[in-house]
């Protein structure tokens, strides 16, 4: 099935430190979705964009919508020790897509 | 509160025996689905529901039955012929015609 690459798969950071995470594929997404997964826990909707070259931002979140419309990026500013936790992108193929295609998720651990 | 609930967190079973997992949403939502999570892996989708009496198989249906009988429920059986049932499973829904699936707080399945 289709695949998204998503990247890094884990990052070690200070605390206070930004963020960088994205997710790429060799198709063109209709939708781009980022949850943030705690562990045990559901994923946690965190922003949805639906236009190529959106950026979307939720507090200290920051989403684009590539220009290709085949990745997405997320960005955290100012980490703090809550935000450790899995980040899953996720993406629509194309408008009346029953179904989304997930990342592998990037696994963000804070150092305090 | 609206939201999706499963239930129980915590499920063990004897290998052999069937088990069913539970998901009810008050979200009013059209579309169910049901989600396999394993350690450190992404989510594959299981089987998914977009109205009540229909469901299709999703990426890895095989072991496992669903019926969808109402509209705020779900259920996802796990039989004995799914060769690897330990595992997270989520239970998410969406609102038809909209992309940003809501997710449950998980059904953790030890099976010994």
């Known amino acids: 099935g289709q695949q998204l690459n998503q990247s890094p798969q884990s990052m070690f950071i200070q605390e206070g430190e930004d963020v960088s995470m994205n997710c790429t594929s060799s198709?063109?997404?209709?939708?781009w979705l980022w949850y943030k997964q705690d562990p045990g826990e559901g994923p946690v909707l965190l922003i949805a964009?639906?236009?190529?070259?959106e950026l979307t931002s939720n507090g200290r979140l920051t989403a684009q919508f590539g220009i290709t419309r085949k990745d997405s990026f997320l960005n955290i500013s100012a980490s703090i020790p809550s935000d450790v936790g899995i980040y899953f992108c996720?993406?629509?193929?194309?408008?009346?897509?029953?179904?989304?295609?997930f990342g592998q998720g990037t696994r963000l651990t804070i150092n305090p | 509160d609206g939201g999706i609930t499963q239930s129980p967190k915590y499920l063990f079973r004897k290998e052999g025996q069937n088990v069913t997992l539970s998901c009810e949403q008050n979200?009013?939502?059209?579309?169910m689905y049901w989600y396999r999570q394993d350690p450190g892996q992404g989510l594959r989708l299981i089987y998914y529901?977009?109205?009540?009496?229909?469901?299709q198989k999703g990426d890895i249906a095989e072991g496992y039955s669903v019926s969808r009988e109402k509209k705020e429920s779900f259920p996802l059986t796990v039989t004995s012929a799914q060769k690897n049932p330990t595992a997270f499973y989520l239970c998410?829904?969406?609102?038809?015609?909209?992309?940003?699936?809501?997710f449950g707080p998980g059904t953790r399945l030890t099976v010994t």
């Open positions: 998410a829904s969406t609102q038809g015609g909209l992309y940003e699936q809501y």
């Open positions: 198709s063109i997404f209709n939708t």
């Open positions: 964009l639906y236009k190529a070259g």
């Open positions: 996720a993406g629509q193929l194309y408008q009346g897509a029953q179904k989304l295609v």
């Open positions: 979200l009013n939502h059209d579309a």
């Open positions: 529901s977009q109205i009540v009496n229909d469901f």
